[in-house]
């Protein structure tokens, strides 16, 4: 079984930004191939993500749910970037792939705070444009102090399981949290799988169709559908 980290070389599409840019933080399981998408399971599994970004831009167009629109385009926005990187695999698509994760989970942020009357609403886009922006800033910074930056991403959604179960003691005996708890769920079961990919726990690397860090996008985008239908009930009952 050849060495992931051999079949790139000199000549091979994308070689060019690698090492202009340098490599990515993290090395998935899957090999990453000389061909114009590196990494096929872990890219085209990405495909998840415009699923849910187009079943939730339905939604808003039948329904006029604002939530629903918030989550098509930052979930479309999650799913493009994310393939990017793992079609070229270097740091600049890297942090391309973390722009648009940072730009769904920190409006969901902003959001949370403003339900907790922490933040005034006018201040949402705000914070959420700073908060973006600052962390996406912070990469670099911390790729050269030899930080995971992924820790990023974990603090944020951490801040937004915590600010939901701290709202959810306020819910009126009606309200639902299910949908919630599911993508609760669903995004434990996906980070499950990314670990045992990146420690390779779960690991073949000729295995171009179904791959740890694949089923993580699969998974965290199902979650994204419930958490969208969540959001998109309380605007409702509101």
């Keep these: ?52 970004a187009l079943g939730c831009a339905w939604r808003w167009r039948i329904t006029g749910s604002r939530a629903m629109g918030h989550f098509a385009w930052t979930t479309l926005l999650v799913g493009a970037f994310s393939f990017a990187f793992h079609a070229t695999n270097n740091f600049a698509t890297q942090l391309l792939d973390f722009v648009g994760m940072y730009v769904l989970a920190f409006l969901l942020v902003a959001l949370n705070l403003h339900r907790l009357g922490w933040l005034p609403r006018e201040r949402v886009g705000t914070v959420h444009t700073g908060l973006t922006v600052g962390c ?22 951490l801040v937004i399981v915590g600010t939901e179960v701290r709202l959810s003691q306020r819910k009126a005996p009606h309200e639902s949290y299910r949908d919630f708890w599911l993508a609760v769920g669903l995004m434990a079961a996906a980070a499950a799988c990314s670990v045992a990919d990146v420690t390779r726990g779960w690991c073949d690397p000729d295995n171009h169709w179904m791959q740890g860090h694949a089923a993580w996008h699969v998974l965290s985008a199902l979650a994204l559908l419930f958490t969208a239908r969540h959001y998109a009930g309380l605007e409702l009952r509101r």
């Design 1 to 52: 079984m050849a060495a992931p980290e051999k079949l790139l070389q000199q000549g091979c599409p994308w070689w060019d930004m690698r090492v202009t840019w340098g490599e990515p933080n993290v090395k998935w399981c899957e090999a990453t191939l000389c061909a114009w998408v590196n990494e096929p399971a872990n890219a085209w599994s990405n495909l998840a993500y415009l699923a849910v």
């Design 136 to 157: 996406t800033l912070l990469v670099p910074v911390m790729r050269l102090a030899g930080l995971p930056y992924q820790l990023v991403v974990l603090g944020a959604v």
